[in-house]
């Protein structure tokens, strides 16, 4: 069973700063990459930020500039710092796994998301 819990949303002011973190456990092989992405209400879920297992990262272009994703991979985590927050930016933000499990299987997770407001 593998499980990602996120933390670290809340309300913030505009120009304000946070950081989420997003641990997977359970019976984890490897890790190929982690996302973020994000759902505003009445839109659909879209992609933030990406890392892959070397390092390397992706951004949409709203955020580029703002927002910065790591990971430690040793600790199955990854982190979304964002600064200069926006009231667009408020969702709920949900992490990604896309992984192998001890048992050789495939398989993309979700965690169960955390919500990020950002107020005028």
């Known amino acids: 069973q593998v499980q990602l819990v996120e933390s670290g949303g809340g309300l913030v002011q505009v120009g304000g700063s946070l950081r989420l973190s997003c641990t997977a456990t359970?019976?984890?092989?490897?890790?190929?990459?982690m996302a973020w992405f994000r759902q505003a209400p009445g839109k659909q879920r879209d992609l933030v930020a990406s890392?892959?297992?070397?390092?390397?990262?992706n951004y949409i272009e709203s955020v580029k500039g703002r927002f910065t994703i790591s990971r430690d991979s040793a600790k199955n985590t990854v982190y979304l710092q964002m600064n200069s927050l926006k009231p667009e930016d408020t969702a709920v933000y949900y992490c990604?796994?896309?992984?192998?499990?001890?048992?050789?299987?495939?398989?993309?997770?979700w965690g169960q998301g955390t919500q990020v407001t950002v107020s005028s």
């Open positions: 990604n796994a896309d992984l192998y499990t001890e048992g050789y299987a495939y398989g993309k997770y």
């Open positions: 890392i892959t297992s070397g390092g390397t990262t």
């Open positions: 359970g019976s984890i092989s490897t890790i190929r990459a």
